[in-house]
């Protein structure tokens, strides 16, 4: 998720993906890939550490907010073992297509468990979420192999892709 939220990287991401989107397409599918299988591993090992190393605490959930597709995320504020006041969104959360629907106006002021990194707190996870958290994972990364092995299997010119 860091590596698309830095310009030096986004920028020549894209640059290399529209490029190769009308020379040779097949290779968008190697660099899609690449992306969500990295991506996916990156919060992976960001998820494994903050469960081992991570310091727990309390929140309330602020508000709701949603994104450009309807999918709703958490404001949560909570303190830290020094006292540092954090009101954030967590650093990972997966949200379904029924959070679109659903209002969650029961969940404002609901206390909720965070797990924060004790070298920046501002990276925190809802600690009830693991679960879905490593579901969502698992998803990203074999969504992530599959477009890899589409495109790898097409420049090989094991199959054939038409665009």
């Excluded at 660099?31 to 310091?55: P, R």
């Excluded at 969104?89 to 029924?98: F, G, I, R, V």
Aim: with cysteine.
């Amino acid at each position: 998720m860091e590596l698309l939220n830095k310009k030096e990287y986004a920028i020549p991401i894209f640059i290399f993906f529209v490029f190769f989107m009308f020379y040779k397409p097949v290779i968008c599918f190697l660099i899609l890939g690449s992306l969500a299988t990295l991506i996916g591993i990156q919060s992976w090992i960001f998820i494994v550490d903050i469960q081992k190393n991570g310091i727990e605490s309390v929140g309330k959930i602020l508000s709701y907010e949603s994104d450009e597709d309807g999918h709703k995320t958490p404001t949560i504020e909570f303190k830290t073992k020094k006292g540092n006041q954090i009101k954030k969104k967590p650093y990972y959360y997966a949200s379904t297509d029924l959070s679109k629907i659903r209002t969650y106006k029961n969940k404002i002021n609901e206390s909720v468990s965070v797990l924060y990194d004790k070298e920046n707190p501002e990276k925190f996870v809802i600690g009830t979420e693991r679960n879905f958290n490593y579901f969502s994972l698992i998803l990203i990364i074999l969504v992530g192999v599959v477009f890899l092995t589409v495109g790898t299997l097409s420049l090989l010119e094991i199959i054939q892709i038409d665009f």
